[in-house]
Protein backbone atom coordinates (compact mmCIF):
# COMPACT_ATOMS: atom_id res chain seq x y z
CA UNK A 1 0.00 0.00 0.00
CA UNK A 2 2.71 2.43 0.85
CA UNK A 3 4.62 1.54 -2.35
CA UNK A 4 1.46 2.16 -4.22
CA UNK A 5 0.79 5.70 -2.36
CA UNK A 6 4.56 6.96 -2.93
CA UNK A 7 3.98 6.20 -6.72
CA UNK A 8 0.72 7.71 -6.99
CA UNK A 9 2.39 11.11 -5.56
CA UNK A 10 5.72 10.53 -7.55
CA UNK A 11 3.28 10.86 -10.64
CA UNK A 12 1.00 13.50 -9.70
CA UNK A 13 3.83 15.46 -9.20
CA UNK A 14 5.20 14.80 -12.39
CA UNK A 15 2.02 16.41 -13.88
CA UNK A 16 1.52 20.14 -14.77
CA UNK A 17 -2.23 20.08 -14.42
CA UNK A 18 -4.16 23.26 -15.00
CA UNK A 19 -7.48 22.92 -12.60
CA UNK A 20 -10.65 24.57 -13.68
CA UNK A 21 -13.03 25.27 -10.97
CA UNK A 22 -13.53 24.65 -7.70
CA UNK A 23 -14.19 20.67 -8.35
CA UNK A 24 -11.06 19.74 -9.57
CA UNK A 25 -9.34 21.42 -6.31
CA UNK A 26 -11.39 19.56 -4.25
CA UNK A 27 -13.01 16.41 -5.19
CA UNK A 28 -11.43 13.06 -6.93
CA UNK A 29 -15.28 12.14 -7.86
CA UNK A 30 -16.50 13.02 -11.65
CA UNK A 31 -19.55 15.60 -11.16
CA UNK A 32 -20.76 13.45 -14.19
CA UNK A 33 -22.22 10.75 -12.15
CA UNK A 34 -25.85 8.94 -11.79
CA UNK A 35 -26.92 12.12 -9.73
CA UNK A 36 -30.63 12.76 -11.49
CA UNK A 37 -30.09 16.17 -14.06
CA UNK A 38 -33.52 17.73 -14.97
CA UNK A 39 -33.53 19.70 -18.05
CA UNK A 40 -36.07 21.18 -19.89
CA UNK A 41 -35.96 22.74 -23.70
CA UNK A 42 -37.86 23.36 -26.98
CA UNK A 43 -35.28 23.84 -29.20
CA UNK A 44 -31.45 24.62 -28.67
CA UNK A 45 -28.09 24.56 -29.88
CA UNK A 46 -25.52 21.95 -28.90
CA UNK A 47 -23.54 24.54 -27.69
CA UNK A 48 -25.91 25.86 -25.30
CA UNK A 49 -26.64 22.65 -23.96
CA UNK A 50 -23.39 22.02 -23.54
CA UNK A 51 -22.33 25.49 -21.82
CA UNK A 52 -25.10 25.19 -19.76
CA UNK A 53 -24.50 21.34 -18.37
CA UNK A 54 -20.52 22.43 -17.70
CA UNK A 55 -21.71 25.58 -16.12
CA UNK A 56 -23.90 23.92 -13.70
CA UNK A 57 -21.38 21.40 -12.64
CA UNK A 58 -18.20 23.64 -12.51
CA UNK A 59 -16.21 21.99 -14.96
CA UNK A 60 -14.69 23.18 -18.24
CA UNK A 61 -15.54 22.37 -21.53
CA UNK A 62 -13.39 21.88 -24.77
CA UNK A 63 -15.54 20.86 -27.69
CA UNK A 64 -13.72 20.00 -31.26
CA UNK A 65 -14.20 21.61 -34.27
CA UNK A 66 -17.18 20.18 -36.62
CA UNK A 67 -19.25 19.33 -33.56
CA UNK A 68 -22.56 21.66 -33.62
CA UNK A 69 -26.49 21.26 -34.34
CA UNK A 70 -29.58 22.05 -32.82
CA UNK A 71 -31.98 19.64 -30.57
CA UNK A 72 -35.33 20.02 -31.93
CA UNK A 73 -38.03 19.67 -30.17
CA UNK A 74 -39.54 19.50 -26.82
CA UNK A 75 -37.73 17.49 -24.09
CA UNK A 76 -37.84 17.05 -20.35
CA UNK A 77 -35.38 14.35 -18.86
CA UNK A 78 -35.59 12.06 -16.42
CA UNK A 79 -32.02 11.31 -16.90
CA UNK A 80 -29.25 11.42 -14.40
CA UNK A 81 -26.04 13.70 -15.83
CA UNK A 82 -24.22 10.86 -17.16
CA UNK A 83 -27.28 9.42 -18.99
CA UNK A 84 -27.80 13.02 -20.34
CA UNK A 85 -24.39 13.55 -21.90
CA UNK A 86 -24.86 10.11 -23.24
CA UNK A 87 -27.85 10.66 -24.86
CA UNK A 88 -26.06 14.25 -26.17
CA UNK A 89 -23.38 11.96 -27.38
CA UNK A 90 -25.83 9.14 -29.34
CA UNK A 91 -27.89 12.42 -30.93
CA UNK A 92 -25.03 14.56 -32.30
CA UNK A 93 -22.39 11.48 -33.25
CA UNK A 94 -19.68 12.82 -30.57
CA UNK A 95 -17.84 11.16 -27.67
CA UNK A 96 -17.12 12.25 -24.42
CA UNK A 97 -14.06 12.23 -21.76
CA UNK A 98 -13.82 13.74 -18.25
CA UNK A 99 -10.41 14.06 -17.70
CA UNK A 100 -10.33 15.73 -13.88
CA UNK A 101 -10.64 19.70 -14.97
CA UNK A 102 -13.16 19.90 -18.42
CA UNK A 103 -15.57 17.77 -20.50
CA UNK A 104 -13.74 16.99 -23.86
CA UNK A 105 -15.90 16.23 -27.01
CA UNK A 106 -14.72 15.00 -30.25
CA UNK A 107 -16.03 13.39 -33.41
CA UNK A 108 -16.44 9.83 -33.31
CA UNK A 109 -14.15 9.72 -35.66
CA UNK A 110 -11.48 10.63 -33.10
CA UNK A 111 -11.57 6.95 -31.18
CA UNK A 112 -8.86 4.96 -32.36
CA UNK A 113 -6.92 2.62 -30.47
CA UNK A 114 -3.06 2.80 -29.32
CA UNK A 115 -0.44 0.17 -28.04
CA UNK A 116 1.91 0.98 -25.34
CA UNK A 117 4.93 -0.98 -24.05
CA UNK A 118 5.36 -1.80 -20.88
CA UNK A 119 8.78 -1.89 -19.20
CA UNK A 120 8.36 -2.29 -15.38
CA UNK A 121 4.60 -3.00 -14.55
CA UNK A 122 2.40 -5.68 -15.43
CA UNK A 123 -0.76 -4.62 -17.29
CA UNK A 124 -3.16 -5.31 -13.77
CA UNK A 125 -0.80 -3.02 -12.42
CA UNK A 126 -1.59 -0.83 -15.05
CA UNK A 127 -5.06 -0.92 -14.59
CA UNK A 128 -4.66 -0.21 -10.81
CA UNK A 129 -2.89 2.54 -11.49
CA UNK A 130 -4.86 4.72 -13.92
CA UNK A 131 -7.78 3.76 -11.90
CA UNK A 132 -6.07 5.14 -8.48
CA UNK A 133 -5.22 8.10 -10.33
CA UNK A 134 -9.21 8.66 -11.41
CA UNK A 135 -7.93 8.28 -15.08
CA UNK A 136 -9.05 4.94 -16.18
CA UNK A 137 -12.84 4.87 -17.40
CA UNK A 138 -14.63 1.24 -17.93
CA UNK A 139 -16.87 3.03 -20.94
CA UNK A 140 -13.61 3.04 -23.16
CA UNK A 141 -11.79 -0.96 -24.22
CA UNK A 142 -8.59 -1.48 -22.32
CA UNK A 143 -6.73 -4.79 -22.62
CA UNK A 144 -3.18 -5.99 -22.10
CA UNK A 145 -0.96 -9.32 -22.49
CA UNK A 146 1.44 -10.21 -19.95
CA UNK A 147 3.78 -12.11 -21.98
CA UNK A 148 4.26 -9.16 -24.46
CA UNK A 149 4.25 -6.72 -22.11
CA UNK A 150 1.94 -4.81 -24.05
CA UNK A 151 -1.07 -2.36 -22.89
CA UNK A 152 -4.29 -1.55 -25.54
CA UNK A 153 -6.54 1.08 -24.89
CA UNK A 154 -9.29 2.34 -27.40
CA UNK A 155 -10.48 6.09 -27.36
CA UNK A 156 -10.35 9.76 -28.27
CA UNK A 157 -7.09 10.89 -28.78
CA UNK A 158 -7.10 13.29 -25.43
CA UNK A 159 -7.74 9.96 -23.11
CA UNK A 160 -5.19 8.24 -24.76
CA UNK A 161 -2.63 10.50 -24.37
CA UNK A 162 -3.55 10.82 -20.52
CA UNK A 163 -2.95 7.03 -20.01
CA UNK A 164 0.16 7.02 -22.13
CA UNK A 165 1.25 9.87 -19.78
CA UNK A 166 0.78 8.30 -16.81
CA UNK A 167 2.09 5.01 -18.21
CA UNK A 168 5.73 7.06 -18.86
CA UNK A 169 5.27 8.68 -15.74
CA UNK A 170 5.13 5.60 -13.90
CA UNK A 171 7.75 3.44 -15.49
CA UNK A 172 10.27 7.00 -15.20
CA UNK A 173 8.99 7.03 -11.24
CA UNK A 174 10.24 3.12 -10.84
CA UNK A 175 13.18 2.95 -12.49
CA UNK A 176 14.14 6.02 -10.63
CA UNK A 177 14.14 4.22 -7.77
CA UNK A 178 15.77 0.92 -8.68
CA UNK A 179 19.76 1.36 -8.89
CA UNK A 180 23.14 0.35 -7.79
CA UNK A 181 24.97 2.91 -5.18
CA UNK A 182 28.40 2.33 -5.80
CA UNK A 183 31.84 3.32 -3.76
CA UNK A 184 35.57 3.21 -4.11
CA UNK A 185 36.70 -0.13 -5.11
CA UNK A 186 35.88 -2.51 -2.17
CA UNK A 187 39.17 -2.94 0.37
CA UNK A 188 39.26 -3.69 3.81
CA UNK A 189 37.55 -0.94 5.01
CA UNK A 190 35.06 0.05 2.03
CA UNK A 191 31.53 -1.40 1.72
CA UNK A 192 31.05 -3.63 -1.00
CA UNK A 193 28.47 -2.77 -4.13
CA UNK A 194 24.46 -2.72 -2.41
CA UNK A 195 22.05 -3.59 -5.43
CA UNK A 196 18.64 -2.02 -5.11
CA UNK A 197 15.57 -3.93 -6.08
CA UNK A 198 12.24 -2.49 -7.30
CA UNK A 199 11.08 -2.16 -3.99
CA UNK A 200 14.03 -0.17 -2.54
CA UNK A 201 15.54 -3.07 -0.61
CA UNK A 202 19.01 -4.24 -0.88
CA UNK A 203 19.28 -7.56 -2.84
CA UNK A 204 21.56 -9.82 -2.08
Keep these: MNKLKNLLLAILASFCVVESGAWAQTNLESPIDETPYPFTTQRSS ?4 LDFYTRNLRIGLA ?9 EGGLTTPLSRIEFLDFLA ?3 DFVWYFDGAQLNIS ?3 DVETRIYSLSD ?3 SETIRMLKALGIFQDKFSHRYDERSRTF ?3 GPTKYL ?3 GNAIEAAE ?3 RAKTGVIRGPSAGPNQAAPINLDRDGLENN
Excluded at 46 to 49: A, K, R
Excluded at 63 to 71: A, C, M, W
Aim: aromatic share 6%; proline share 3%; hydrophobic share 35%.
Design 107 to 109: PQT
Design 90 to 92: NEF
Design 46 to 49: LDTI
Design 152 to 154: LAL
Design 63 to 71: VEEGISGDL
Design 172 to 174: NSE
Design 121 to 123: FSG
Design 161 to 163: DTV
